[in-house]
């Protein structure tokens, strides 16, 4: 999978994140979310490759990047020092400015990159996700039973690294179905079983609990910054999904942005990128492709 395109491990910020990448045109940063890798990519990456110069890399925690113990504050996975991750490996690459795409846990990464290097991104696609601090606010009964894992990972160590490791392919597996709505038979054989090895592992189950735990803390003084994007934003949901089912994605978007903020909501659950790849890579190449702002 994903054979047209280079692989580096790059030495940046103090970790090792790997990555593939490749093709021709501007470039276009890519970053995915829990539980999966850069291969949530594979099922159009060659066709954008033929508009864009990809970067895919596996966020650190994820994938064959480095998978750091957390610090007692949580503060080396907190979104802040990822979105640095990604700005060290795309300048390592040659790209001081680039589009940015990303969807679940890599959007959030993707909103503070933003925030943070607003020099960096032309262009900010968001997949299937509403602020942190806006679903945090606004939980209640039925949130927190859809996204019991918001509140089930960011436990003190090593409880839900204990509980999930003693049944982590089935942990996986289960997260997958049920946020993709319809079981998992829209992802590929061979992408499975790399989410398999590349989750199934107590380095990467711990790293995983400290990206919850960053979020439910340290990400939240962040975010209560009055800081807002400056790029054009446009988002993905599902309408199946928690974030289509209990939240307003536009207007809680627009919010955190000072340009307007367009979007659409694909028929499907959470998991856009491999559920339903044509209409995203539409929606991509469409977003991509309009001239930028001065």
């Known amino acids: 999978m994903l054979r047209n395109f280079s692989t580096a491990q790059c030495e940046v910020n103090g970790v090792t994140i790997h990555c593939r990448h490749g093709g021709t045109g501007p470039p276009l940063l890519l970053l995915h979310g829990f539980p999966q890798t850069h291969l949530i990519w594979h099922k159009i990456a060659d066709r954008l490759a033929e508009h864009y110069t990809l970067v895919m890399p596996d966020l650190r925690g994820y994938g064959d990047s480095s998978k750091p113990p957390g610090e007692t504050d949580h503060a080396n996975y907190s979104k802040r020092i990822m979105a640095q991750d990604m700005v060290e490996l795309m300048a390592a690459l040659g790209h001081r400015q680039f589009r940015l795409c990303a969807h679940d846990r890599g959007a959030r990464v993707a909103h503070r990159l933003a925030l943070d290097h607003p020099q960096a991104v032309r262009k900010l696609m968001l997949i299937d996700i509403a602020p942190t601090l806006t679903m945090y606010d606004a939980t209640d009964k039925a949130f927190a039973t859809l996204y019991y894992h918001w509140f089930m990972l960011i436990q003190p160590a090593p409880l839900p690294e204990t509980l999930i490791g003693n049944s982590a392919r089935f942990f996986l597996e289960f997260t997958l179905g049920g946020w993709g709505s319809h079981g998992t038979d829209f992802i590929d054989a061979d992408a499975m079983a790399e ?89 991509m190449l469409d977003f991509f492709s309009q001239p930028d702002s001065d």
């Open 195 to 283: 989410y398999r090895r590349c989750f199934c592992n107590p380095a990467a189950i711990h790293a995983a609990c400290e990206d919850y735990r960053a979020s439910a803390g340290i990400d939240l003084e962040h975010d209560r910054s009055p800081k807002k994007i400056a790029c054009p934003l446009h988002l993905v949901w599902g309408k199946h999904g928690v974030v289509g089912r209990l939240f307003e994605p536009l207007a809680n978007w627009q919010e955190k942005c000072h340009a307007p903020v367009s979007g659409s909501a694909f028929a499907a659950g959470h998991f856009i990128p491999e559920q339903s790849p044509e209409l995203l890579l539409a929606e």
